[in-house]
């Protein structure tokens, strides 16, 4: 299983940023993709989750009501649209996904991970 993130970059605070992140391989039908993010020197933190099976999906407080995590299963891609960013949403953002669809927040219970895309955002 590979992952691909895409999107991420410099933005001003109050703007919107889209990232997105493809999944290929043999992913299996039933699994959890997620959003994480991480700065330095802190532990990789849970941002949103969405479970191809059932459509569940929720997001962490600290961007609930300004990040959205959408699927398009026709191309196996989530997304995170972020809004109304603000400087301390600056990290580098990791999608991950875990083939037992076991729909957590925990970052050590996701089997594979992207690159990793960076996300600015200025005061």
């Known amino acids: 299983v590979q992952l691909q993130a895409f999107g991420g970059g410099l933005v001003q605070a109050g703007g919107s940023l889209r990232l997105a992140c493809a999944a290929s391989?043999?992913?299996?039908?039933?699994?959890?993709q997620a959003w994480f993010r991480q700065t330095p020197g802190k532990e990789r933190e849970f941002v949103g989750k969405i479970a191809t099976r059932g459509g569940s999906v929720a997001v962490a407080d600290a961007v609930k009501g300004r990040f959205t995590i959408s699927r398009d299963n026709t191309k196996n891609t989530v997304s995170l649209q972020m809004n109304s960013l603000k400087p301390e949403d600056t990290a580098v953002y990791y999608c991950?996904?875990?083939?037992?669809?076991?729909?957590?927040?925990?970052?050590?219970?996701?089997?594979?991970w992207g690159q990793g895309t960076e996300v600015t955002v200025s005061s």
């Open positions: 391989g043999r992913t299996g039908s039933s699994y959890t």
């Open positions: 991950a996904l875990d083939p037992l669809n076991r729909y957590s927040s925990a970052w050590d219970l996701y089997r594979y």
